[in-house]
Protein backbone atom coordinates (compact mmCIF):
# COMPACT_ATOMS: atom_id res chain seq x y z
CA UNK A 1 0.00 0.00 0.00
CA UNK A 2 1.36 3.70 -0.95
CA UNK A 3 1.82 5.69 1.67
CA UNK A 4 0.06 9.38 1.68
CA UNK A 5 2.72 12.33 1.37
CA UNK A 6 2.77 14.94 3.97
CA UNK A 7 2.55 17.74 0.84
CA UNK A 8 -0.03 15.80 -1.74
CA UNK A 9 -2.70 15.17 1.82
CA UNK A 10 -2.01 18.89 2.47
CA UNK A 11 -2.99 20.13 -1.83
CA UNK A 12 -6.16 17.43 -1.24
CA UNK A 13 -7.11 18.67 2.27
CA UNK A 14 -7.11 22.50 0.51
CA UNK A 15 -9.47 21.26 -1.83
CA UNK A 16 -11.90 19.81 -0.02
CA UNK A 17 -12.35 22.97 2.48
CA UNK A 18 -13.62 24.13 -0.93
CA UNK A 19 -15.26 21.53 -2.21
CA UNK A 20 -16.94 19.87 1.14
CA UNK A 21 -16.37 22.77 3.38
CA UNK A 22 -17.93 25.77 1.39
CA UNK A 23 -14.45 27.98 2.88
CA UNK A 24 -13.78 30.99 1.33
CA UNK A 25 -10.75 31.90 -0.61
CA UNK A 26 -9.15 33.93 2.00
CA UNK A 27 -9.36 31.58 4.59
CA UNK A 28 -8.35 28.44 2.33
CA UNK A 29 -5.08 30.34 1.55
CA UNK A 30 -4.94 31.18 5.50
CA UNK A 31 -5.14 27.66 6.23
CA UNK A 32 -2.17 26.51 3.11
CA UNK A 33 0.16 28.99 4.88
CA UNK A 34 -0.08 27.25 8.45
CA UNK A 35 0.04 23.96 6.98
CA UNK A 36 3.49 25.02 4.31
CA UNK A 37 4.86 26.55 7.83
CA UNK A 38 4.34 23.45 9.43
CA UNK A 39 5.52 21.57 6.43
CA UNK A 40 8.63 23.53 6.10
CA UNK A 41 9.46 22.39 10.16
CA UNK A 42 8.62 18.96 9.70
CA UNK A 43 11.08 18.39 6.11
CA UNK A 44 13.72 20.00 7.73
CA UNK A 45 13.10 18.08 11.10
CA UNK A 46 13.46 15.33 8.83
CA UNK A 47 17.01 16.46 6.95
CA UNK A 48 15.43 16.54 3.74
CA UNK A 49 16.79 19.50 1.69
CA UNK A 50 16.06 18.54 -2.29
CA UNK A 51 12.75 19.88 -3.45
CA UNK A 52 12.44 16.37 -4.49
CA UNK A 53 12.93 14.97 -0.84
CA UNK A 54 10.78 17.54 0.65
CA UNK A 55 8.00 16.25 -0.98
CA UNK A 56 8.55 12.70 -0.33
CA UNK A 57 7.74 13.20 2.91
CA UNK A 58 5.03 10.96 4.42
CA UNK A 59 2.28 11.31 7.19
CA UNK A 60 3.36 8.54 9.26
CA UNK A 61 6.65 10.00 9.76
CA UNK A 62 4.98 12.51 11.88
CA UNK A 63 4.41 12.07 15.48
CA UNK A 64 3.51 14.18 18.53
CA UNK A 65 6.88 14.93 18.94
CA UNK A 66 7.16 16.68 15.41
CA UNK A 67 4.09 18.88 16.37
CA UNK A 68 5.16 19.88 19.90
CA UNK A 69 8.92 20.70 18.53
CA UNK A 70 7.22 23.18 16.04
CA UNK A 71 4.85 24.69 18.39
CA UNK A 72 7.93 25.07 20.87
CA UNK A 73 9.53 27.12 17.64
CA UNK A 74 6.33 29.37 17.52
CA UNK A 75 6.28 30.21 21.19
CA UNK A 76 9.75 32.12 20.09
CA UNK A 77 7.83 34.65 18.37
CA UNK A 78 3.82 34.49 18.66
CA UNK A 79 1.12 35.09 20.73
CA UNK A 80 -0.64 32.23 22.01
CA UNK A 81 -3.59 33.37 19.94
CA UNK A 82 -1.66 32.93 16.95
CA UNK A 83 -0.11 29.39 17.76
CA UNK A 84 -3.52 28.23 19.14
CA UNK A 85 -5.02 29.01 15.81
CA UNK A 86 -2.01 27.08 14.59
CA UNK A 87 -2.55 24.22 16.31
CA UNK A 88 -6.35 24.29 15.34
CA UNK A 89 -5.38 24.28 11.57
CA UNK A 90 -3.14 21.38 12.63
CA UNK A 91 -5.79 19.54 14.33
CA UNK A 92 -8.40 20.06 11.52
CA UNK A 93 -5.87 18.95 8.95
CA UNK A 94 -5.35 15.69 11.20
CA UNK A 95 -8.74 14.65 12.10
CA UNK A 96 -9.47 14.98 8.26
CA UNK A 97 -6.51 12.27 7.47
CA UNK A 98 -7.79 9.92 10.36
CA UNK A 99 -11.69 10.57 8.92
CA UNK A 100 -10.30 9.05 5.85
CA UNK A 101 -8.45 6.80 7.12
CA UNK A 102 -4.94 8.05 5.71
CA UNK A 103 -3.38 7.56 8.86
CA UNK A 104 -4.08 5.43 12.06
CA UNK A 105 -3.26 8.08 14.57
CA UNK A 106 -3.74 11.96 15.07
CA UNK A 107 -0.42 13.33 16.48
CA UNK A 108 -2.17 16.34 17.52
CA UNK A 109 -4.78 14.79 19.93
CA UNK A 110 -2.90 14.86 23.07
CA UNK A 111 -1.84 18.39 23.01
CA UNK A 112 -3.63 21.13 24.46
CA UNK A 113 -4.38 24.51 23.01
CA UNK A 114 -2.36 27.38 24.97
CA UNK A 115 -5.03 29.80 27.19
CA UNK A 116 -4.96 32.77 26.03
CA UNK A 117 -6.57 36.23 26.83
CA UNK A 118 -9.47 36.88 24.86
CA UNK A 119 -9.04 40.57 23.12
CA UNK A 120 -12.30 42.59 23.71
CA UNK A 121 -13.41 44.15 20.24
CA UNK A 122 -12.80 47.80 19.77
CA UNK A 123 -15.80 49.64 19.35
CA UNK A 124 -17.48 53.24 19.85
CA UNK A 125 -19.85 54.87 22.33
CA UNK A 126 -23.40 55.33 20.41
CA UNK A 127 -22.10 59.21 20.27
CA UNK A 128 -19.18 58.56 18.72
CA UNK A 129 -21.30 56.23 16.53
CA UNK A 130 -23.69 59.03 15.59
CA UNK A 131 -20.74 61.41 15.24
CA UNK A 132 -18.72 59.72 13.03
CA UNK A 133 -22.46 58.86 10.88
CA UNK A 134 -23.12 62.69 11.04
CA UNK A 135 -19.75 63.75 10.23
CA UNK A 136 -20.13 62.08 6.15
CA UNK A 137 -20.71 64.96 3.61
CA UNK A 138 -23.70 64.37 1.57
CA UNK A 139 -23.15 66.43 -1.87
CA UNK A 140 -21.23 64.44 -4.17
CA UNK A 141 -22.48 61.06 -5.35
CA UNK A 142 -19.15 59.31 -3.77
CA UNK A 143 -19.98 61.57 0.11
CA UNK A 144 -23.83 59.92 -0.62
CA UNK A 145 -22.11 56.64 -1.33
CA UNK A 146 -19.58 56.45 1.69
CA UNK A 147 -23.09 57.83 4.31
CA UNK A 148 -25.03 54.75 2.78
CA UNK A 149 -22.09 51.92 3.51
CA UNK A 150 -21.48 53.30 7.07
CA UNK A 151 -24.99 53.68 7.63
CA UNK A 152 -25.60 50.22 6.32
CA UNK A 153 -22.49 48.91 8.23
CA UNK A 154 -23.73 49.95 11.48
CA UNK A 155 -27.74 49.39 10.63
CA UNK A 156 -26.96 45.81 9.73
CA UNK A 157 -24.18 44.79 11.45
CA UNK A 158 -22.35 42.91 8.83
CA UNK A 159 -19.24 41.76 8.09
CA UNK A 160 -17.73 44.45 5.32
CA UNK A 161 -16.79 41.39 2.80
CA UNK A 162 -20.74 41.44 2.98
CA UNK A 163 -21.55 44.53 2.84
CA UNK A 164 -19.10 45.37 -0.69
CA UNK A 165 -20.78 41.91 -1.64
CA UNK A 166 -24.33 42.81 -1.54
CA UNK A 167 -26.22 43.55 -4.84
CA UNK A 168 -28.81 45.60 -5.86
CA UNK A 169 -31.20 42.87 -6.13
CA UNK A 170 -30.89 41.84 -2.23
CA UNK A 171 -32.06 45.09 -1.13
CA UNK A 172 -36.01 44.92 -0.35
CA UNK A 173 -36.71 48.08 0.50
CA UNK A 174 -40.88 46.95 1.16
CA UNK A 175 -39.63 44.34 4.34
CA UNK A 176 -36.19 46.36 5.28
CA UNK A 177 -34.06 43.68 4.96
CA UNK A 178 -30.66 42.58 3.21
CA UNK A 179 -30.31 39.39 1.67
CA UNK A 180 -26.53 38.84 2.94
CA UNK A 181 -24.50 35.84 1.75
CA UNK A 182 -22.27 34.99 4.51
CA UNK A 183 -19.27 32.72 5.47
CA UNK A 184 -19.16 29.39 3.80
CA UNK A 185 -21.42 31.25 1.03
CA UNK A 186 -24.33 30.80 4.09
CA UNK A 187 -27.45 33.25 3.23
CA UNK A 188 -29.45 34.77 5.45
CA UNK A 189 -31.74 38.01 5.90
CA UNK A 190 -31.20 40.39 7.92
CA UNK A 191 -32.99 44.00 8.75
CA UNK A 192 -31.15 46.83 8.01
CA UNK A 193 -33.34 50.26 9.49
CA UNK A 194 -35.10 53.13 7.35
CA UNK A 195 -32.15 55.02 7.77
CA UNK A 196 -30.32 53.09 5.76
CA UNK A 197 -32.38 52.59 3.11
CA UNK A 198 -33.29 56.28 2.77
CA UNK A 199 -29.50 56.86 2.02
CA UNK A 200 -29.16 53.60 -0.19
CA UNK A 201 -31.82 55.19 -2.11
CA UNK A 202 -30.06 58.77 -1.90
CA UNK A 203 -26.84 57.45 -3.31
CA UNK A 204 -28.66 55.10 -5.95
CA UNK A 205 -30.91 58.26 -7.36
CA UNK A 206 -27.59 60.31 -7.88
CA UNK A 207 -25.88 57.49 -9.20
CA UNK A 208 -28.66 57.01 -12.02
CA UNK A 209 -28.88 60.73 -12.27
CA UNK A 210 -25.30 61.31 -12.96
CA UNK A 211 -24.50 57.83 -14.97
CA UNK A 212 -27.77 56.13 -16.10
CA UNK A 213 -26.85 53.45 -13.74
CA UNK A 214 -30.55 52.08 -12.28
CA UNK A 215 -31.97 49.43 -9.85
CA UNK A 216 -33.73 47.75 -12.21
CA UNK A 217 -30.55 45.68 -13.81
CA UNK A 218 -28.92 43.46 -11.27
CA UNK A 219 -25.16 44.30 -9.92
CA UNK A 220 -23.17 45.50 -7.09
CA UNK A 221 -25.23 47.58 -4.96
CA UNK A 222 -21.81 50.09 -4.16
CA UNK A 223 -19.40 50.95 -7.05
CA UNK A 224 -16.17 52.53 -6.91
CA UNK A 225 -15.06 55.81 -8.61
CA UNK A 226 -14.66 53.69 -12.11
CA UNK A 227 -18.02 51.78 -11.76
CA UNK A 228 -16.75 48.43 -10.52
CA UNK A 229 -17.58 46.99 -7.42
CA UNK A 230 -16.17 48.31 -4.15
CA UNK A 231 -14.00 46.46 -2.31
CA UNK A 232 -13.28 45.86 1.17
CA UNK A 233 -9.72 47.69 1.39
CA UNK A 234 -11.18 50.49 0.09
CA UNK A 235 -14.05 50.54 2.47
CA UNK A 236 -11.20 50.43 5.72
CA UNK A 237 -9.29 53.34 3.53
CA UNK A 238 -12.41 55.43 3.12
CA UNK A 239 -13.00 54.70 6.80
CA UNK A 240 -9.72 56.02 7.52
CA UNK A 241 -9.96 59.29 6.43
CA UNK A 242 -13.13 59.32 8.43
CA UNK A 243 -11.92 59.27 11.40
CA UNK A 244 -8.75 61.64 10.97
CA UNK A 245 -11.78 64.25 10.54
CA UNK A 246 -13.91 63.36 13.32
CA UNK A 247 -10.40 63.16 15.52
CA UNK A 248 -11.76 59.97 17.44
CA UNK A 249 -10.11 58.61 20.72
CA UNK A 250 -10.39 55.72 19.50
CA UNK A 251 -9.04 53.76 16.23
CA UNK A 252 -11.68 52.03 14.53
CA UNK A 253 -12.09 49.41 11.94
CA UNK A 254 -15.36 48.71 9.62
CA UNK A 255 -15.15 45.16 11.69
CA UNK A 256 -15.19 47.50 14.69
CA UNK A 257 -18.64 49.27 13.25
CA UNK A 258 -19.89 45.36 13.80
CA UNK A 259 -18.34 45.27 17.22
CA UNK A 260 -20.45 48.77 17.65
CA UNK A 261 -23.60 47.11 16.20
CA UNK A 262 -23.62 43.82 18.76
CA UNK A 263 -22.07 46.00 21.94
CA UNK A 264 -25.20 48.56 21.24
CA UNK A 265 -27.72 46.03 20.81
CA UNK A 266 -27.14 44.21 23.75
CA UNK A 267 -26.67 47.96 25.93
CA UNK A 268 -30.44 48.21 25.03
CA UNK A 269 -31.28 44.99 25.82
CA UNK A 270 -31.46 42.49 22.68
CA UNK A 271 -31.29 38.74 23.57
CA UNK A 272 -28.07 37.34 23.18
CA UNK A 273 -29.34 35.01 20.35
CA UNK A 274 -30.96 37.23 18.62
CA UNK A 275 -27.69 39.11 17.89
CA UNK A 276 -26.32 35.69 17.12
CA UNK A 277 -28.39 35.25 14.48
CA UNK A 278 -27.81 38.73 13.12
CA UNK A 279 -24.79 38.73 13.10
CA UNK A 280 -24.12 35.10 11.10
CA UNK A 281 -22.17 33.58 13.94
CA UNK A 282 -22.39 29.54 14.06
CA UNK A 283 -21.99 29.34 17.75
CA UNK A 284 -23.49 31.45 20.31
CA UNK A 285 -19.77 31.50 22.34
CA UNK A 286 -18.52 34.08 19.25
CA UNK A 287 -21.05 36.27 20.29
CA UNK A 288 -20.65 36.29 23.93
CA UNK A 289 -17.31 38.44 23.79
CA UNK A 290 -19.26 41.26 23.34
CA UNK A 291 -21.36 40.73 26.28
CA UNK A 292 -18.44 42.57 28.39
CA UNK A 293 -19.89 45.86 28.06
CA UNK A 294 -22.94 45.02 29.02
CA UNK A 295 -21.69 43.07 32.33
CA UNK A 296 -19.37 45.85 32.90
CA UNK A 297 -22.02 48.18 33.24
CA UNK A 298 -24.61 46.12 35.16
CA UNK A 299 -21.79 45.71 37.66
CA UNK A 300 -20.89 49.36 38.21
CA UNK A 301 -25.02 49.82 38.68
CA UNK A 302 -24.98 47.06 41.21
CA UNK A 303 -21.80 48.79 43.17
CA UNK A 304 -23.77 52.18 43.00
CA UNK A 305 -26.94 51.01 44.20
CA UNK A 306 -27.56 47.80 46.03
CA UNK A 307 -27.60 48.33 50.02
CA UNK A 308 -25.01 45.57 50.73
CA UNK A 309 -22.76 45.63 47.91
Same mark, same amino acid.
Given at each position: ????????????????????????????????????????????????????????????????????????????K???????????????????????????E??????????????????????????????????????? %???A &???????? @?? *?? +??? =????V????????????????????????????????????????????????????????????????????????V?? %???? &???????? @?I *?? +??? =???????????????????????????????????????????????
Amino acid at each position: MTRPLLAEQIDLFLQSLDSEKGYSAHTIRAYGHDLAEFAGYAVRGAGLTEEKEKRSLVIDDIDSLTVRGYLGLLHRKNEKITIARKLSVLRSFFRHLVRHRLTDEDPTAAILTPKHSRRMPSYLSVDDMFRLLDRIAADTVLEL %RNRA &LFETLYGS @GI *RV +SEL =TGLNVFDVDFSSGCLRVSGKGDRERIVPVGEKALNRIQSYRDRLFTQTGIGMVVDGPLFLNKNKGRLTSRSVARILDVLI %RKCS &LAVPISPH @GI *RH +SFA =THMLDAGADLRTVQELLGHKSLSTTQKYTHVSIDRLMAAYDSAHPRR
